[in-house]
């Protein structure tokens, strides 16, 4: 049970670390990034193949995945952020598709279907299964606490100002003189280094990876967890994460209670109640469960008569 | 003549194509949102004419006419019950909650029908050799069927009153709503007749191949490819669209593995965003 608590954990950080980066580009830019899952398996296959077929440290396999997601991340963002988001949309799912589709029948990059398999994970051999999954339950925490500070520091700097300014209303922000698609393509760039590092975390945590981890579900699962928390809120991310995997889990407990239904029918009715749930919070709590709260700028002091105008105003 | 042979399957799956890409992009010029949602409806509708093939014994072409009614009437529901609402939200909460609402009801059906491949009854016949070129009955049926619903329904737009509607609001809904245009009409029969085709299209692909839940999901990257080709938003483009796509699927035999076939609608898909974002036939990109 313990065991199982401790990838619990793990699995919350990773989706955490995702939804992080996608508060980013969704909560804070107000752009859509419907293949996450891709970005997310370009970080896993990258750093997963650097460290085991040519033997490069941990840390730095982790790195080129984070930097090959984000280069990925900037090309489709360049290619489509002076269209109308909807273009948006349709590369970033088609390029998670495509990207399964390559993984999964070239066999020499990554074994197809068959899935790369062995890839290593900090001291593995010498801690055991146990302590290797505590010992990574603590890597990805402080992971996700470092990732949480640099959001919240980014979001609260004038370059985070200006993310939410296009989002609201980018033709004020364009008046202002700011470079809007130079915003937006950054934006892009930081969110999916998250998903990348996210990937590659992942795939040195379950040693396994195989294109059909990586299935559009995935992608609703973090939306899903930034909209439980609340969206373009940091600390509701994470928290957000830890509900969704708490729900994910639980759903596999229930599912079996059900009279009378075989193994395929139980897998579709937690996809329908997982694909419901976003569906209702999506209905009902467009900004999340918890809103970002925007600070209000203090009023200058006004005479008493001036204060009531400006109340009247409101 | 291999060459040959590659154009004349390119052209019969560009043509079952473009069903569902009218369809997306009907939905795109009406209502303003890329609706994610034709994948599960395009299974639908393949599965909702299994049942009239297989259980109630229908011929194939019958089986067509039940596919389109029950894929257009779900979709007339999803729209009103779930989509509607998110329209509103902008199009980041729309476009996530069609994708939600596709995968809830791929897996509806995936929890009534189970994730077997299935086939359609259809009766076994010997392909056809024209001067060297292989066709098979199945594909002529086919060909014809999309061809004579692509005639009516171009027919319905041009001359009919709701046609003329439907495209006045896409052309300017705000005109169109002075001019006494229910929108909610025209809301309710864009998604109707945009997701009947859909759930043919499902059909017909199945036709030639065979069925499970995913059959929606593995065909919407090309429908996209043939809908953003032709242009976002224009239903002449999105036929244009799809024979290239198609006719491009099939030539790419002759450089590529088969297992890239479906990486060519993304490669199409990026060319056409860089250098011509509008596409070949459409008007609003920006």
Not at chain 2, 93 to 101: D, K, V, Y
């Amino acid at each position: 049970m313990e065991h199982y608590l401790v990838a619990m954990g793990v699995t919350a950080g990773i989706y955490a670390m995702m939804a992080l980066g996608m508060n980013v580009i969704w909560g804070k830019a107000g752009l859509i990034n419907l293949g996450l899952v891709g970005l997310f398996a370009v970080g896993a296959y990258t750093s997963g193949l650097l460290t085991l077929r040519f033997g490069w440290p941990i840390p730095l396999g982790l790195a080129a995945g984070t930097l090959v997601a984000s280069l990925v991340g900037v090309a489709v963002a360049m290619i489509t952020v002076r269209l109308r988001g909807d273009y948006l949309a349709i590369v970033t799912l088609s390029f998670a598709e495509t990207m399964r589709i390559v993984m999964s029948n070239e066999l020499w990059i990554a074994n197809g279907t068959d899935g790369l398999s062995g890839i290593p994970g900090p001291f593995r051999q010498a801690l055991g299964p146990h302590l290797f999954n505590l010992q990574f339950l603590g890597i990805v925490t402080a992971v996700t606490v470092v990732l949480f500070f640099l959001v919240e520091r980014l979001v609260n700097s004038p370059f985070g100002r200006v993310l939410r300014g296009i989002r609201d209303d980018e033709q004020v922000v364009q008046v202002a003189g700011k470079n809007v698609v130079m915003f937006k393509i950054k934006a892009f760039a930081f969110g999916t280094a998250a998903l990348g590092l996210a990937g590659g975390l992942y795939g040195h945590f379950t040693s396994f990876i195989a294109p059909d981890l990586f299935a559009p579900l995935l992608t609703l699962y973090v939306k899903l967890s930034l909209l439980a928390g609340g969206l373009g809120n940091s600390i509701g991310a994470v928290v957000g994460a830890v509900l969704v995997v708490f729900f994910l889990e639980s759903t596999r407990f229930i599912i079996p209670l059900v009279p009378g239904i075989s193994h395929v029918q139980g897998a579709a009715l937690r996809e329908l109640l997982i694909a419901g749930a976003l569906l209702v919070v999506l209905r009902f709590y467009a900004r999340g469960l918890v809103p970002e709260s925007i600070p209000q700028p203090p009023l200058p002091a006004a005479p008493p008569d001036a204060a009531v105008a400006i109340e009247r105003v409101r | 003549m291999e060459v040959l042979q590659l154009i004349v399957n390119g052209l019969m799956a560009g043509t079952i194509l473009a069903v569902p890409a009218i369809g997306l992009t009907a939905i795109f010029a009406v209502l303003r949102f890329t609706n994610f949602a034709l994948a599960s409806h395009m299974t639908i509708g393949a599965f909702a004419g299994y049942v009239a093939n297989v259980t109630f014994g229908l011929p194939a072409v019958a089986s067509l006419g039940f596919a389109f009614l029950i894929a257009g009437l779900i979709g007339v529901l999803s729209d009103e019950i779930v989509l509607k609402a998110f329209r509103r939200a902008g199009f980041i909460t729309t476009a996530i909650g069609s994708i939600a609402l596709t995968i809830a009801l791929e897996n509806l059906v995936r929890f009534i029908f189970g994730n077997q491949l299935r086939g359609y009854n259809l009766p076994i016949q010997r392909d056809w050799v024209i001067s060297g070129i292989r066709i098979s009955p199945q594909q002529v049926e086919n060909f014809v069927v999309a061809v004579i619903v692509m005639a009516a329904l171009f027919a319905f737009l041009a001359f009919t009153r709701t046609g003329k509607s439907m495209r006045a609001v896409a052309d300017n809904p705000m005109l169109a709503a002075i001019k006494g245009i229910n929108a909610n009409a025209v809301a309710r029969i864009v998604s109707f007749v945009a997701m009947g085709l859909a759930g043919l299209g499902g059909m017909l692909i199945g036709l030639d191949t065979t069925i499970d839940p995913l059959i929606g999901f593995k065909t919407i990257l090309q429908i996209f490819a043939a809908a953003v080709v032709g242009g976002l938003g224009s239903i002449p483009g999105a036929v244009v669209g799809a024979l290239v796509v198609g006719v491009g699927e099939e030539l790419s035999l002759l450089v590529l593995t088969p297992a890239y076939r479906t990486a060519v609608g993304f490669i199409a898909i990026l060319l056409v965003l860089t250098f011509r974002p509008r596409g070949i036939l459409g008007q609003r990109a920006y």
